[in-house]
C-alpha cells in the first residue's frame, strides 16, 4: 500500500480509513493505530519494546521491571517467561516481573497493585510497564481500567492493556483510562483473522523490534490490506446492543445447567463479566472428556499442550477452584440462538449423567 501508483493509493487510502476506524472506537488518534499479524504479535511487540528501550536509556545497573497479573492470556506471559529465561542464560541483564494475584471471583487486587507500585516507585523508577487484560480471557472478569489507569497515574508508570476481548463488548477511552498502550485482535470483533492493531501513546519510549520500517517506521513489513480493510469494518460494527441479547442467552445456558447439575461451580464472577462469557466446572467430569464427547457442540476446556491433551487453566488454578481439570469454557455470539442454547445444555447435561452412572 505504500506504492506512488493509482492502485497503490487506492490501498493506502482504505488502510488509512480502517487506522480511523480502529482510532474510533477506542478514542485514539488515527496516526496512534498500527497494524499487525495478531493481537500475539502486538503484545510482544509493546513488551520486547518497552524492554529495549529501557536497555538503551539504561542510566543505572537496576534492572527493569514489568508488573502483570496472573492471569494474563500466554502471549504475555510466555513472552515474559521467555524474556526472564534468556537474559538469564545470556547474562544481559535480568529482567524483573512481579505478579498480582486475584481474589477466587477473579477480581484484580487494586489495592495491592497501587501499594507495590508505592513500594517499588521508592526504590527506583525502572517499572517499565504494568499490563493487565481489560477483559480475562478464560472467566470474562472485566477489570477496572479507570482505576488501573488511575493507579498507573498516580505512580507515574506506563500502563498497557489487551483488550482483545473487550473491544465491541465495553467502551474503551485510552486517554480518560490513561492507557499508554492498547492491543486488539480483528478475528474477536467478527472481523479477519491474521490482522491485529497496536494502540501506542508515543512511539518514541517504544524501541523498533525490526528494521526497514514501515509504518512510520515502527513496524516493518508489507501490510495485509484485505485484512487490514475487514477489520476496520468490524471496528464500524461493533454494536454493544447485541450484548443484552447475548447475555440473556448466556443465563439461561447457566440456569439450565445449575437446575440439573446442582453441584456446577461458576468460575469468576457474574458481577463484571463479559456477556458472552461462561466458565464452569462439573466436579468428578473431566473436561477432556466432555469435549471429545462433544462433536456436535463447540466448547473449550484448558489450554492445549503440545501432546493435544488439555491440562488445567493456570486462571482456574489461580482462582482455587477445586478439579482445574473439570473447567469449561462456553462462548456465545452474534448469532447464537434460544434453540442453540437449548441444544447445547441438553447435550452437557445428557453427557455429565452418563459419566457420573458409570
Not at 497515574?153 to 500502563?159: P, R
Not at 439450565?256 to 456446577?264: A, G, N, S, V, W
Amino acid at each position: 500500500s505504500a506504492s506512488v501508483h493509482s492502485f497503490g493509493e487506492r490501498a493506502k487510502e482504505a488502510v488509512e480509513e480502517a487506522r480511523e476506524k480502529v482510532a474510533i472506537i477506542i478514542g485514539a488518534k488515527s496516526d496512534q493505530i498500527y497494524f499487525t499479524n495478531s493481537a500475539t504479535e502486538a503484545n510482544n511487540i509493546i513488551i520486547k519494546g518497552r524492554i529495549l528501550f529501557a536497555d538503551k536509556c539504561a542510566t543505572s545497573i537496576i534492572s527493569p521491571r514489568i508488573i502483570t497479573s496472573n492471569t494474563e492470556h500466554s502471549s504475555v506471559k510466555n513472552c515474559l517467561s521467555k524474556i526472564v529465561d534468556d537474559r538469564m542464560c545470556t547474562g544481559y541483564g535480568s529482567l524483573s516481573w512481579l505478579n498480582i494475584g486475584i481474589d477466587n471471583l477473579g477480581n484484580l487486587d487494586y489495592e495491592l497493585l497501587d501499594s507495590m507500585l508505592d513500594r517499588v516507585t521508592k526504590l527506583d523508577t525502572n517499572t517499565i510497564l504494568v499490563s493487565i487484560l481489560a477483559v480475562n480471557n478464560e472467566i470474562g472478569t472485566i477489570h477496572d481500567l479507570y482505576r488501573i489507569g488511575d493507579i498507573c497515574k498516580k505512580h507515574n508508570v506506563l500502563f498497557h492493556t489487551d483488550a482483545t476481548q473487550a473491544i465491541g463488548n465495553i467502551t474503551i477511552d485510552v486517554d480518560k483510562m490513561n492507557i499508554f498502550a492498547l492491543t486488539m485482535s480483528g478475528h474477536k470483533i467478527y472481523g479477519p483473522k491474521g490482522v491485529g492493531a497496536l494502540y501506542v501513546r508515543d512511539k518514541s519510549l517504544v524501541e523498533p523490534l525490526t528494521d526497514g520500517g514501515y509504518q512510520n517506521t515502527f513496524i516493518s513489513g508489507t501490510q495485509n490490506v484485505p485484512a487490514i480493510v475487514g477489520m476496520g469494518k468490524a471496528c464500524e460494527l461493533c454494536n454493544e446492543k447485541e450484548n443484552i441479547k447475548i447475555e440473556q442467552l448466556r443465563n439461561c445456558l447457566l440456569h439450565k445447567l445449575t437446575k440439573e447439575i446442582p453441584d456446577i461451580i461458576v468460575n469468576g464472577t457474574m458481577v463484571n463479566r463479559l456477556q458472552n462469557n461462561l466458565s464452569v466446572t462439573i466436579p468428578g467430569v473431566s473436561a477432556s472428556i466432555l469435549v471429545k464427547g462433544m462433536d456436535d457442540v463447540i466448547i473449550s476446556g484448558g489450554p492445549a499442550c503440545g501432546s493435544g491433551d488439555l491440562q488445567p487453566s493456570h486462571v482456574i488454578e489461580a482462582l482455587g477452584t477445586p478439579h482445574p481439570e473439570c473447567a469449561i469454557r462456553i462462548g456465545l455470539g452474534r448469532k447464537t440462538t434460544q434453540n442453540e442454547i437449548e441444544f447445547a445444555a441438553d447435550r452437557i447435561i445428557e453427557i455429565v449423567q452418563s459419566i457420573r452412572s458409570e
